[in-house]
């Protein structure tokens, strides 16, 4: 089993920062990617952005490129997601999320935190 666990949302104003972590603990040997998900009240789940354990980013939803940016410490087992010129239309609850090898999707996800950003 694989456990994960969010930590940095809150509220903050437009145009502000705000940096997200994910500390992963048990079976992270086996792990492929870990990526960021969000969803917003009354929407549908968003993938963010992931990130390879060999570092290989990507940024499937196009309105965070150039202001997120995902990291990681395989150290440590923890991803990051620094989130910078928040808009409102970023308010949602972040999830973190941890796929395994050979895995089709993503396996595990963390209790999420939210993210409120006023205008």
């Known amino acids: 089993q694989v456990q994960l666990v969010e930590s940095g949302g809150g509220l903050v104003q437009a145009g502000g920062s705000l940096r997200l972590s994910c500390a992963a603990s048990?079976?992270?040997?086996?792990?492929?990617?870990m990526a960021w998900f969000r969803q917003a009240p009354g929407k549908e789940r968003e993938f963010v952005a992931s990130i390879t354990w060999s570092g290989t980013i990507t940024y499937p939803a196009n309105s965070v490129k150039g202001r997120f940016a995902i990291s990681r410490d395989n150290a440590k087992n923890t991803v990051f997601l620094q989130m910078n010129s928040l808009k409102a239309e970023d308010t949602a609850v972040y999830y973190c999320a941890l796929r395994k090898e050979r895995s089709a999707g993503y396996d595990y996800w963390g209790q999420g935190t939210q993210v409120t950003v006023s205008s």
């Open positions: 048990g079976r992270t040997f086996s792990a492929y990617a």
